[in-house]
């Protein structure tokens, strides 16, 4: 199960339409200006690699007709 962080860096990449597809439309950077505007603790550049490096671990099985067909994940 992701943690808090994890989870709320995955929703703010959903509302702020910041991926193409599966691939990240913004630098590590710049992701993590973002993500610090909403957090009430700011993250370190090394907190929010480890944050994102979980994020880009998270696997969504993609089903079609009862079987596994294929794997999305989220990449830069």
Request: aromatic share 6%; hydrophobic share 35%; net charge negative.
């Amino acid at each position: 199960m992701p943690s808090e962080r994890v989870c709320r860096l995955a929703a703010l990449v959903h509302q702020q339409s910041l991926l193409d597809i599966d691939k990240l439309t913004v630098s590590r950077e710049e992701l993590r200006q973002v993500f610090n505007q909403n957090e009430s603790v700011p993250q370190s550049p090394a907190e929010f690699d480890q944050i994102l490096d979980r994020l880009e671990k998270v696997r969504v099985r993609m089903v079609d007709d009862g079987e596994e067909t294929d794997t999305y994940f989220m990449h830069e």
